[in-house]
Structures are given as C-alpha cells and as structure tokens.
C-alpha cells in the first residue's frame, strides 16, 4: 500500500509536484490558444473516424470483454460504457486515420491518447472546459518532454512510441482531474511502466492492431489512475532506476538526458512544437505529398508522363515507410497504405488530393496508382537526417521527355517554423465531420471548442453529437 518513500525524490517525484502546482492563470495565452486548437483538431479526426468498420468493431469487442456496464461516454455513443472502454474507444477514433497531431523530435502523438483519456472523465465527473485544457496541456507537455530523454527512436527498437510512452501522458492529465496528491500520481506512473506497450509488428503486414495502440494506452492510464487512487503503490524511480524503464525498453547505451524532463518546465513550452496533420499518414510522408501535389499542379504532370521519381528521405524512416519496397508499393490495408512512401507519393500525384477518405480500398488496387507506385524509388537524405526536428523531404520527377522537376518542402504547414491558421484548423474540422453531422451542428461545435475554457459543463458540449 502507499507509504511514504525514504529515498532522494526521484524524476517522477518531481513532475508529480509540478501537477499539484500547476494552473492555467499561469500559462501565456499561446500555448492556451495551441491548446485548444489542438482539441478542435483531433476531436474532428475522431468524428471522422467514428463510423468506421474497425471503430464499431472495437466496441463491439469491448462490450465482449466486459459488458460495457459503466456511467462514462465516449465521444459519439449513446450508451453508457465503463470509464476504461469509453478512453479506448475514444482513442481508436483518435488514430485509425493517422489524421491526428504529432510532435516531430520524439514521434509520438500526443494529443489525441491525452485528450481520448481525460474527455471521458470530464463528461462523467462534470467539469469544465477549462479543466479540459488544463489536463491536455500538462499531459501532452510531460509526454513530449518524456519521449526527448533518450535519442533512440522507438520505432528502431520494435515500439510504438505514441503508444508506450502515451499512457504516462494520459495518466499525467487524469491525475490532475482527480486531483491526485503528489504521492499517488507517482505511484499512478510507477504502475503504467508495467501497462506501457505497442509493438509495431503490424507495420509489416498491415493488420489492424497498430490503429489501436493509442485506444490501449489511453485505456491502460484510467486504470493506472485508479489503481493508484486505491492505495497500490508503484515503484518510484520508474524512469532512471536500475531497472528503470527506458533501460528495460531502449536496451543499449545511449545518455538518456533525463534533464529533458524538467529544464524549464513551465517556462518553455515543448507543445509548440507538436505539428498538425493536414494529409491523414505517418508525419513523415507529409512534406512528399505536399512536394509532389506542388509538382503536379505546378506543371501539369500527368501519370502517363512520369518516367521515374525519387524521393530523398532521412535513412532512419527507410524501415518504417519504404521497405520492403515490394510491400510499399501493394499495401494491403489502408492502414498500411498510410506508412507507404510509394503509394502515397503514387496516389497524390494521381488523385492531386489526400483527405480523410484517400487510402479507399479503390485506391489501393488502382492500376494507374499502382503503376505510378512501381517508378517511385527512395534515397537516402543526410540533410534531412541531420536535423530531426524539421520536416524536409524532396521529391524529383524525370519525364519521359527528359525534363526533370524537382521540389523542396523544408517545413511542413503545421509545424512551428510554418504555422497554419486558425481558419485551417477550421476547413481541416469541417471537412472531417461533414456528412457525419449537421452543418449546423458543426459550427456550434466550433464555436463552443474555441471557448473552451469558459463551458461550465463538458458534457453539455458534446450531447449533440450522441443523439
């Protein structure tokens, strides 16, 4: 049970005294406006996503495996479910289109396993909006900090990053809305190390369990909340320890810089530089479409035209998103075709768009698109590869007339060095829940959304979309 620990305090122990000072007075208006956009955007994405095959799938799987007996919702269902399904399955809309946000130097996603967490617990408990944002913020800023410690990728050593660092974010912003003394919230962490997980053996083949890593992990943080909430204790050098968890999930020797987590916490804000999406894939694919859409319109390249395209990529993306090049180029599932640098390059020089309903099973058997796909070559990037922090990528079309084009995406719309506006999280949020809800439904969303801090009740924002 929870009894008070004798050592030296540990990292854990010191963000869990941060969460227990923590205010939203205390925050600029920026990262506040970031904030709230960022909850616009992936609670769009999961309206989105919420009718598709492997979203009612999942529910139908969780009320399976428990009854679904509970007082919490998730984001667009009429029934009640247990606080734990109504995370999850908040978290599987927030991921299937790879639509959501990402924060480039550690690839994790983090808005959307905070945000899938703590909407759920808002609604059932009845606060405001304002204790929304406060929770998405300091739990997306622990996570990002947390995934800067080690400079190993975690796609490198077999793991989803968004997934088994996501749960601490999630049970991060939980613990501030159950108000979880700084003791509890250690142990709270110390438990969701053994509930970290995401293996990325679906990158391989396509299959569905990657789309709900984040579902698992949002899932995994209510119930390492309440855990902690009942006296289990959990161990507290969680992070640096002997047996610690980076040490257990890195396994190698980089210096994990453990600094990363605190240095001027409160002061400087790391959710700044998470990037929105504005095509639904891997982050990294982004700057290919924008490169290669850019080419298409600005010289009318047809597919009948195309020779042959290269594209110069960062070494370190080759595994995840260009080989084998033989499956790249066929995805099976359109999943799989969201972490393919030659489908996608092949579809937006085709199509000229990606959206939320790009990737169709249409799409991947198009013989023209697969065609194109076929010439798509990848080579290695050391610019790019030298500065992680940046989304470049080049793309270059040889003609069959011998001209060669070539574009240069240096920073992605989106990211921090190349903002997009408000009104483009505004199309971006209309374009994902048309046909899914009423225009004037929509707009009311918007307008609440951009208020947040000021809703008494969060539920009351939402109950539209259940009827």
């Given amino acids: ?47 989105a996503s919420s009718r598709l095959e492997v979203v ?20 667009t269902d009429p029934l009640p479910t247990s606080a734990a399904n109504a ?34 617990e808002c609604e059932r408990s009845r606060l405001s909006g304002r204790s929304l944002v406060e929770a998405v913020l300091l739990g997306s800023e622990l996570l990002c900090r947390l995934g800067m410690i080690s ?43 053994s509930l970290s997980s995401g293996s990325i053996a679906s990158f391989e083949d396509g299959t569905s369990t990657k789309t709900l890593h984040i579902g698992f992990a949002a899932s995994a943080a209510v119930r390492a909340v309440a855990i902690a909430s009942q006296g289990i204790s959990g161990p507290y050098p969680v992070f640096e320890g002997k047996f ?34 504005i095509y639904p894939c891997a982050y990294t694919l982004l700057p290919f ?38 499956e790249k180029r066929r995805p099976r599932t359109p999943w799989h075709g969201r972490i393919s640098l030659q489908h996608t390059v092949a579809e937006a020089l085709v199509l000229g768009r990606m959206e939320k309903d790009s990737y169709a099973p249409a799409s991947l058997k198009d013989p023209v698109i697969n065609a194109i796909a076929d010439k798509v070559f990848h080579r290695p990037d050391m610019v790019a590869a030298a500065d992680i922090s940046r989304s470049r990528a080049t793309v270059s079309i040889r003609l069959k007339d011998g001209r060669l084009l070539s574009h240069t995406i240096e920073d992605m719309p989106g990211t921090r060095s190349n903002p997009i506006s408000r009104e483009a999280y505004v199309e971006k949020f209309r374009a994902n829940i048309r046909s899914a809800i009423s225009d004037e439904a929509g707009e009311a969303l918007i307008e609440a959304l951009f208020n947040l801090e000021t809703a008494e009740d969060i539920g009351s924002l939402f109950a539209a979309l259940r009827r």
């Avoid at 009612?56 to 984001?75: E, I, K, T």
């Avoid at 790879?98 to 759920?120: K, M």
């Fill in 289 to 326: 479409i924008a490169a290669t859409i850019a080419l298409r319109n600005t010289h009318g390249v047809k597919p009948e035209d195309v020779d042959i395209i290269h594209c110069d990529i960062m070494p370190r993306s080759f595994a995840t998103v260009c080989e084998p090049v033989e």
């Fill in 1 to 47: 049970m929870l009894d008070k620990h004798p050592t030296a305090p540990t990292l854990s122990a010191a963000v869990a005294e941060w969460i227990a000072g923590f205010s939203l007075d205390d925050v600029p208006t920026e990262v506040v406006e970031n904030t709230k956009l960022r909850v616009l955007d992936v609670i769009g994405v999961m309206i």
């Fill in 87 to 120: 995370a999850f399955i908040n978290g599987v809309m927030s991921a299937v289109l790879e639509f959501d946000d990402t924060h480039i130097q550690s690839n994790i996603h983090p808005t959307g396993v905070v945000l899938s967490a703590v909407l759920q």
């Fill in 244 to 277: 610690g968890w980076f040490k257990s999930y890195v396994q190698s020797g980089p210096e994990f810089r453990f600094s990363a987590m605190t240095d001027a916490l409160g002061e400087r804000w790391e959710v700044l530089n998470i990037a929105s999406k």
């Fill in 151 to 193: 400079p190993v990728r975690m796609h490198e050593v077999g793991f989803h990053p968004s997934s088994v660092y996501g749960v601490f974010g999630a049970v991060w912003g939980l613990a501030h809305l159950r108000r979880l003394p700084p003791e509890q919230i250690v142990h709270a962490i110390g438990t969701a190390a």
């Fill in 56 to 75: 009612a799938a999942a529910r139908r799987a969780s009320a399976d495996a428990d009854g679904g007996q509970g007082n919490a919702f998730n984001l």
